[in-house]
T-cell receptor, first 108, second 117 residues
Framework: QKEVEQNSGPLSVPEGAIASLNCTYS??????FFWYRQYSGKSPELIMS????GDKEDGRFTAQLNKASQYVSLLIRDSQPSDSATYLC????????FGAGTTVTVRA | GAGVSQSPRYKVAKRGQDVALRCDPI?????LFWYQQALGQGPEFLTY????????KSGLPSDRFFAERPEGSVSTLKIQRTQQEDSAVYLC???????????????FGPGTRLTVL
């Protein structure tokens, strides 16, 4: 079992819709959770971090964390074509453990 | 300020050749990480430095992989006798850790795409 699992995708949503991305992790001792966006051929770029249970909102992005369920999610509201990318869930002690990523395509 | 830089951006090697990949972290960043990203996969941890000390090399896939950071800034990842399965993007990340927490942000370089023929 991988340390971090993501819904495999690809996920296709129409422009303006909500994209929902899910992630589960195996290490109950994990303390920090991150969502990275990676455009094709580019390096990962941090878009959200969350450390405590509940929701965290930043613009059109909302991260949700449930440590009891070992689950973290990312919602992208009002999806734009520029949101088309692969989204990587990452969990850390001191090193980052990444999921395989979910590719999101926003249809204009 | 300048971000993490890596060189070369692309490297093509014949099987059996040695390669050296360079990472220049953000100035003042204490922590430096190397990751390997295969096509269609998320990055996989290779090794971690805090200043010049290599604190974790558990992710290095074989003894052909070697990393160093002799002066606590620039790091080099060396792969000896390259194999086709070494073909991947090698990402370097640096961070300025907050003492006692794991909340620091890792900033990634652009990566080096290694292709072994």
């Amino acid at each position: 079992q991988k340390e971090v699992e993501q819904n495999s995708g690809p996920l296709s949503v129409p422009e303006g819709a909500i994209a929902s991305l899910n992630c589960t992790y195996s290490d109950r001792g994990s303390q920090s959770f991150f969502w990275y966006r990676q455009y094709s051929g580019k390096s990962p770029e941090l878009i959200m971090s969350i450390y405590s249970n509940g929701d965290k909102e930043d613009g059109r992005f909302t991260a949700q964390l449930n440590k009891a369920s070992q689950y973290v999610s990312l919602l992208i509201r009002d999806s734009q074509p520029s949101d088309s990318a692969t989204y990587l869930c990452a969990v850390r002690g001191y090193k980052l453990s990444f999921g395989a990523g979910t590719t999101v395509t926003v249809r204009a | 300020g300048a971000g993490v830089s890596q060189s070369p951006r692309y490297k093509v090697a014949k099987r059996g050749q040695d390669v050296a990949l360079r990472c220049d972290p953000i100035s003042g960043h204490v922590s430096l990480f190397w990751y390997q990203q295969a096509l269609g996969q998320g990055p996989e941890f290779l090794t971690y430095f805090q200043n010049e000390a290599q604190l974790d090399k558990s992710g290095l896939p074989s003894d052909r992989f070697f990393a160093e950071r002799p002066e606590g800034s620039v790091s080099t990842l060396k792969i000896q006798r390259t194999q086709q399965e070494d073909s991947a993007v090698y990402l370097c990340a640096s961070s300025l850790p907050s003492a006692g927490t794991y909340t620091d942000t890792q900033y990634f370089g652009p990566g080096t795409r290694l292709t072994v023929l």
